[in-house]
């Protein structure tokens, strides 16, 4: 294998769409409003601009920026909130693909519009993973890393903390390139970007020996094992995840993944967990879901990309038609968080398709909801009806304010940006460097000024 190696993909030849009548160079990119859709994923979200640019190269970008006063970089479009929203226009990354492995660095570099549902199956064959997927594989790597999204693990950093090196094109269109090693503050505050400082159109990411893992479901956990077990049940598989509906003083679900070796004998799975049952089929996180959108569960071994994500690629995820907050804690007040939020489980389960509760390793990102802090992530799929969401978080907000809550930028949340910003020691310096590179506001929109600039 060469030091650089470019991998002909499938993914490669999904960049070949509608985009690519993108005309640069000519002083008039043509904006591509059939391949771009103009509401987010859920569809709680109408985008309020239907000028949308599709460039299909990282070197289409700079000609886009340099065109436009204002712009926003768009990925898979799966945040719930109008953090990628722009009234101007918006730059969609998703036909930036293209995937290079550096086997000697243990990097791949991506297009930032590449899935990881796409990259995944390809490092996996060249014998290398990535070291935690979230519970879907359709989110583009550039638009993931914006907003510190996660998988679960008490050793596992969020997704952003696997990042080694961006590039990225500032509101001058000139291009920079940004790396762990070289650029130690600059590069910190660049990772965990909220859309805040440029187009990015390269991400470098650690990788690993590939592995194999496993999957398998407990149900009925009751809150009290909780109360003095919560970081060895976290800490009982690679990556565990908790699923409840708040009623009946219970876990509803515990879904534990777990590294595991191929073709060894597999070892019977304790019928109990901390009281919880063992499974006796495929279960959905939401009770009445089909269980065939869901990764491979019951102990089977199978690929890491196929068993950390709780959706599989070629399925919907989650429920479809949703809506969804998040909200960080200190993992040593979780216990606590949660008996607090559980009070008020009487407004919030009737608008509850379900939470789930995982955690997260503290990272040096200045704007990672696990900055300097081991984290729960008490997470909230609720239904599709805004109104009533809008009538509970505030008083969710409340009850988790004497943790430091920290939301998650991509989901819906209404906590006030003077205690927001607060939670996180380093913001002075990400505006800065937001400034630095976006001198003119270029990328700024009514989010960023609501919840970071005031
Ligand atoms: C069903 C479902 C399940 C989810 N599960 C999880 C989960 O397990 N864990 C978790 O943490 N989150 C989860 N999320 C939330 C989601 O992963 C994040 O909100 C993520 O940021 C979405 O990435 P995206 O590419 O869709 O970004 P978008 O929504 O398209 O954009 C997000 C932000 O990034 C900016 N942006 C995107 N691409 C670029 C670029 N190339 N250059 C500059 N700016 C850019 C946008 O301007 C915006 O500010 C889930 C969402 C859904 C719909």
Request: proline share 6%; glycine share 8%.
């Amino acid at each position: 294998m060469n030091r650089r190696e470019l991998l002909q993909t499938g993914a490669m030849a999904l960049a070949a769409g509608p985009a690519q009548r993108l005309m640069m160079g000519q002083g008039n990119p043509m904006n591509d409003h059939a391949a771009v859709p103009r509401t987010n994923w859920a569809k709680n979200l109408h985008y309020s601009t239907d000028r949308v640019y599709a460039p299909t190269d990282a070197a289409q970008v700079p000609e886009i920026v340099k065109a436009n006063a204002k712009l926003k970089g768009l990925g898979s479009r799966h945040c719930f909130n109008n953090i990628a929203d722009s009234t101007a226009a918006q730059i969609s990354m998703r036909e930036v693909k293209g995937i290079f492995i550096d086997p000697a660095a243990h990097t791949v570099t991506v297009g930032a519009g590449i899935a990881y549902g796409e990259l995944a199956p390809v490092l996996d064959k060249a014998g290398f993973a990535l070291g935690n997927l979230a519970s879907l594989p359709h989110i583009s790597v550039g638009g993931t890393i914006a907003t510190a999204t996660h998988g679960s693990g008490v050793h596992n950093k969020n997704l952003s903390a696997a990042v080694r090196a961006l590039e990225i094109v500032k509101a001058d269109g000139s291009v920079v390139q940004l790396s762990r090693d070289r650029d130690g503050d600059r590069f910190r505050m660049a990772v965990v970007h909220i859309g805040a400082i440029g187009v990015i159109t390269k991400v470098t990411l650690d990788i690993l020996p590939r592995y194999d893992m496993s999957q398998v479901v407990y149900q009925n956990l009751s809150f009290d094992q909780l109360e003095h077990n919560l970081e060895t049940i976290m800490a009982s598989g690679y990556s565990v995840s908790l699923f409840t509906d708040w009623q009946k003083n219970r876990v509803n679900q515990v879904w534990i993944k777990d590294k595991a070796i191929a073709g060894a004998t597999p070892k019977p799975l304790p019928p109990m967990f901390y009281g919880a049952t063992l499974q006796k089929h495929k279960l959905h996180p939401i009770d009445d879901h089909p269980a065939d959108a869901c990764t491979e569960q019951l102990g089977t071994i199978g690929p890491w990309y196929l068993r950390l994500p709780h959706f599989k690629m070629e399925f919907t995820p989650s429920s479809g038609e949703e809506i969804q907050s998040e909200f960080f804690v200190a993992r040593s007040d979780g216990y606590k968080a949660i008996r607090a939020v559980e009070k008020l489980k009487d407004r919030i389960t009737p608008h509850l398709f379900i939470t789930e509760l995982r955690s997260i390793a503290a990272d040096d990102l200045p704007m990672s909801m696990a900055h300097q802090r081991d984290s729960l992530a008490i997470h909230f799929t609720w239904k599709p009806e805004t109104e009533a969401v809008l009538k509970v978080l505030p008083d969710i907000q409340n009850a988790l304010e004497p943790f430091g809550v920290r939301p998650h930028w991509g989901k819906v949340f209404t906590i006030d940006p003077a205690y927001l910003r607060k939670q996180y020691p380093e913001l002075e310096g990400f505006r800065t460097f937001a400034k630095e590179m976006d001198p003119t506001g270029k990328f700024r929109n009514a989010y960023l000024d609501h919840n970071i600039f005031g």
